[in-house]
């Protein structure tokens, strides 16, 4: 069923969400929100107020210095997963989902090893693309007439050989980039998916998805899926009563007149686990909605805009040695989507004059990551929660980071021109009751006076010290003589 390809859907939201520029009097929906805004800690009272000026501007140091260290960490720690192992788990949803489509098209209740390797060489098995597959004995597939897919058991499969013309700028020139076919194992266990029926409804079925593992390829380039039967699910609401089967095609329902009015997939507890790293998915969720306007043209614009994303999640990596936890979620409210968002002439999705549409956007990451030299890994407690409040203003409302038991707050403001792009951004950094603003151009260079000035760092008001930057060094100057580099 085309109108449901999970990961390139779920990727697509997500990407879309943090592009998004996001409109009027419409007060945000936090529903799905990871937490409240980050507050400013109580102020240390046994610091004189130099002393506050130092601190703050020390655990800026480390703060600086640890995120250099794990950044350099990460630069050569390579991709959790490999390209080929991508190809590969792409392919095995892939097979499944055609497998039973093939199915449904024709009346089949079971499909073993021996039936398939029958049909392999007819036309309709390699429309489906299916004649790359070379079942084993003990692989089967069931369907149900209410369209439940079981699939069971080992195979192999192959991702033929590939060429692709990309441009070389040095050249000036497309030049022929070709892949070598590539044959893996993947072995199914309690793979079960819901996807279609033949009832006519407004409302689709409930779509599910989940597995107990998928063990795709071998060796070093081994991957395996851990989830449970029911681990996806979705659901939507459409304005007309359809069949939703192997043929349904939400954009050529489109231009029938069908309208999404909701859908929301939620994804629970999958594990993956490839190349000494291990990840888990333990929550994530979005929600779309189609926008629609008809145009001069007499044509009718339809476009299917997430509105609603959350996400938390672990990372366990072998190397670097990292422990971490995240939380992230961005919100728009559903209304001010409809209400907001339209269309120009070209069909491209803009906000409506004098409009602009609200987002929140919540994260934390908490955990541990390891830096080279040290005994002891970097701890990392980290929360930010970021609002669009205008049209040409997007605010920090609260941001806290703990270094070494201290803790940073910083707010700040992003502004936008006309094409969304960051022309200038301003941060407050505040620690006890001491603080220096810094402003950032357009280029993300800090800002500063003729004297290379940044700021002055004051505690209550009055100024203890100057942030300087020259020749790619900044220094921290305090009103008793004394200077800290970070």
């Given at each position: 069923?085309?109108?449901?390809?999970?990961?390139?859907?779920?990727?697509?939201?997500?990407?879309?969400?943090?592009?998004?520029?996001?409109?009027?009097?419409?007060?945000?929906?936090?529903?799905?929100?990871?937490g409240g805004i980050p507050t400013k800690p109580e102020t240390d009272n046994s610091l004189k107020p130099i002393d506050q000026a130092k601190e703050m501007v020390n655990t800026a140091?480390?703060?600086?210095?640890?995120?250099?260290?794990?950044?350099?960490?990460?630069?050569?720690?390579?991709?959790?997963?490999?390209?080929?192992?991508?190809?590969?788990?792409?392919?095995?949803?892939?097979?499944?989902?055609?497998?039973?489509?093939?199915?449904?098209?024709?009346?089949?209740?079971?499909?073993?090893?021996?039936?398939?390797?029958?049909?392999?060489?007819?036309?309709?098995?390699?429309?489906?693309?299916?004649?790359?597959?070379?079942?084993?004995?003990?692989?089967?597939?069931?369907?149900?007439?209410?369209?439940?897919?079981?699939?069971?058991?080992?195979?192999?499969?192959?991702?033929?050989?590939?060429?692709?013309?990309?441009?070389?700028?040095?050249?000036?020139?497309?030049?022929?980039?070709?892949?070598?076919?590539?044959?893996?194992?993947?072995?199914?266990?309690?793979?079960?998916?819901?996807?279609?029926?033949?009832?006519?409804?407004?409302?689709?079925?409930?779509?599910?998805?989940?597995?107990?593992?998928?063990?795709?390829?071998?060796g070093d380039e081994e991957l395996v899926v851990k989830s449970s039967k029911d681990s996806l699910k979705g659901n939507a609401i459409l304005n007309k009563a359809v069949v939703v089967?192997?043929?349904?095609?939400?954009?050529?329902?489109?231009?029938?007149?069908?309208?999404?009015?909701?859908?929301?997939?939620?994804?629970?507890?999958?594990?993956?686990?490839?190349?000494?790293?291990?990840?888990?998915?333990?929550?994530?969720?979005?929600?779309?909605?189609?926008?629609?306007?008809?145009?001069?043209?007499?044509q009718e614009a339809v476009r299917s805009i997430p509105y609603q994303f959350a996400l938390t999640g672990q990372l366990l990596k072998e190397e670097p040695s990292t422990n971490v936890?995240?939380?992230?979620?961005?919100?728009?409210?559903?209304?001010?989507?409809?209400?907001?968002?339209?269309?120009?002439?070209?069909?491209?999705?803009?906000?409506?004059?004098?409009?602009?549409?609200?987002?929140?956007?919540?994260?934390?990451?908490?955990?541990?990551?390891?830096?080279?030299?040290?005994?002891?890994?970097?701890?990392?407690?980290?929360?930010?929660?970021?609002?669009?409040?205008?049209?040409?203003?997007?605010?920090?409302?609260?941001?806290?980071?703990?270094?070494?038991?201290?803790?940073?707050?910083?707010?700040?403001?992003?502004?936008?021109?006309?094409?969304?792009?960051?022309?200038?951004?301003?941060?407050?950094?505040?620690?006890?009751?001491?603080?220096?603003?810094?402003?950032?151009?357009?280029?993300?260079?800090?800002?500063?006076?003729?004297?290379?000035?940044?700021?002055?760092?004051?505690?209550?008001?009055?100024?203890?010290?100057?942030?300087?930057?020259?020749?790619?060094?900044?220094?921290?100057?305090?009103?008793?003589?004394?200077?800290?580099?970070?």
């Amino acid at each position: 069923m085309k109108a449901f390809k999970i990961t390139a859907l779920a990727l697509a939201s997500s990407l879309l969400l943090a592009g998004c520029g996001g409109s009027g009097d419409s007060t945000t929906n936090n529903t799905g929100n990871t937490g409240g805004i980050p507050t400013k800690p109580e102020t240390d009272n046994s610091l004189k107020p130099i002393d506050q000026a130092k601190e703050m501007v020390n655990t800026a140091k480390l703060f600086i210095s640890d995120n250099k260290a794990i950044a350099d960490a990460y630069e050569s720690a390579g991709d959790i997963v490999t390209k080929q192992q991508m190809k590969r788990w792409e392919e095995s949803f892939s097979m499944p989902e055609s497998l039973a489509e093939y199915m449904q098209k024709n009346k089949l209740s079971v499909l073993d090893a021996q039936k398939i390797k029958q049909l392999i060489k007819t036309d309709d098995f390699y429309l489906k693309g299916l004649d790359n597959l070379v079942p084993a004995d003990d692989f089967k597939a069931t369907l149900d007439p209410q369209g439940k897919f079981e699939l069971s058991g080992s195979s192999e499969l192959t991702l033929q050989k590939n060429i692709d013309y990309v441009y070389n700028p040095q050249t000036g020139r497309y030049e022929e980039q070709s892949s070598q076919a590539d044959t893996f194992s993947v072995r199914y266990q309690g793979y079960e998916q819901t996807l279609f029926t033949n009832t006519v409804s407004t409302a689709t079925p409930k779509l599910t998805v989940g597995f107990e593992s998928m063990t795709i390829g071998s060796g070093d380039e081994e991957l395996v899926v851990k989830s449970s039967k029911d681990s996806l699910k979705g659901n939507a609401i459409l304005n007309k009563a359809v069949v939703v089967n192997d043929d349904f095609d939400l954009g050529d329902e489109h231009k029938n007149g069908v309208r999404l009015n909701q859908l929301d997939v939620a994804l629970n507890n999958v594990t993956l686990i490839a190349n000494g790293n291990i990840v888990t998915a333990k929550d994530l969720s979005f929600s779309m909605l189609d926008i629609t306007k008809k145009l001069n043209n007499g044509q009718e614009a339809v476009r299917s805009i997430p509105y609603q994303f959350a996400l938390t999640g672990q990372l366990l990596k072998e190397e670097p040695s990292t422990n971490v936890s995240l939380s992230l979620s961005t919100v728009a409210n559903k209304d001010d989507v409809k209400n907001v968002l339209t269309f120009n002439e070209n069909e491209k999705v803009i906000e409506g004059e004098g409009k602009f549409l609200p987002l929140t956007t919540t994260l934390s990451v908490q955990g541990t990551v390891s830096k080279k030299g040290a005994s002891q890994p970097i701890p990392l407690d980290f929360q930010a929660h970021i609002k669009r409040t205008a049209r040409d203003k997007f605010e920090l409302q609260g941001l806290t980071a703990k270094v070494d038991k201290k803790t940073l707050f910083i707010e700040g403001s992003a502004t936008l021109n006309s094409d969304y792009g960051v022309v200038a951004q301003e941060y407050t950094v505040k620690q006890n009751d001491a603080q220096v603003i810094l402003k950032v151009d357009k280029n993300g260079e800090f800002v500063t006076d003729a004297n290379n000035k940044l700021g002055d760092i004051t505690v209550n008001g009055k100024r203890y010290g100057e942030l300087f930057k020259s020749k790619g060094m900044v220094t921290a100057r305090f009103t008793d003589d004394t200077t800290i580099v970070l």
